[in-house]
């Protein structure tokens, strides 16, 4: 008697896309604050990973902010953007890690730190193609960014929301490159 295989839970890149993005959205879900405090860096300053996370959530912020621009030109596309919101979440999330330095308010919590101020998105392309070409680059280089980034990182709770970051990135960035070949 031969068994028969379940059908597969993903059939579609959409799905696919989705399906990463909930998963990275629910592994960040439980990561607002470090599981320890960082720790000192040789220089004394309070937070070594400083400059890591304002990089990664000032990418993060301008991803969000390239994905609307490309909605407004092409709102056509708004259904296979919405992948695009997630960068949102994803730059608060690393901005959650940060430790309160000793002149913060007692009451502040890392989650009240505002985001990075985000340059202006490059233009938006022409077309619709291309438009979806270049955000499936720029997602592919905010993959490249965080696998960079992991390597410097002291916090490894902040290491690990990169890393989750950085493969909702990579995912995305070859969804959108298959819509631009479609």
């Known amino acids: 008697m031969r068994s028969q295989l379940p059908a597969p839970l993903v059939t579609s890149r959409r799905q696919l896309l989705v399906a990463s993005g909930a998963i990275t959205l629910g592994a960040l879900a439980g990561c607002t604050t470090p599981s320890s405090p960082s720790p000192q860096s040789p220089s004394g300053t309070a937070d070594p990973d400083s400059a890591v996370r304002t990089a990664v959530a000032a990418t993060q912020t301008a991803l969000a ?97 990169i890393t989750l970051i950085g493969a909702g990135c990579a995912a995305a960035g070859s969804v959108l490159a298959g819509y631009g070949r479609a």
């Not at 913060?104 to 998105?121: E, F, Q, V, W, Y």
């Not at 490059?122 to 905010?142: F, G, H, I």
């Open 65 to 161: 902010a390239q994905f609307a621009a490309t909605v407004r030109a092409f709102p056509t596309l708004a259904p296979k953007l919405v992948v695009g919101d997630r960068h949102v979440s994803y730059a608060a999330a690393v901005n959650a890690t940060a430790t309160p330095t000793a002149t913060a308010l007692p009451t502040a919590s890392a989650s009240d730190l505002p985001l990075p101020a985000a340059s202006p998105p490059p233009p938006v392309p022409a077309t619709a193609v291309r438009a979806l070409a270049v955000l499936a680059t720029a997602e592919q280089v905010a993959a490249g960014q965080c696998l960079t980034q992991t390597m410097v990182t002291v916090d490894p709770e902040l290491s690990r929301i």
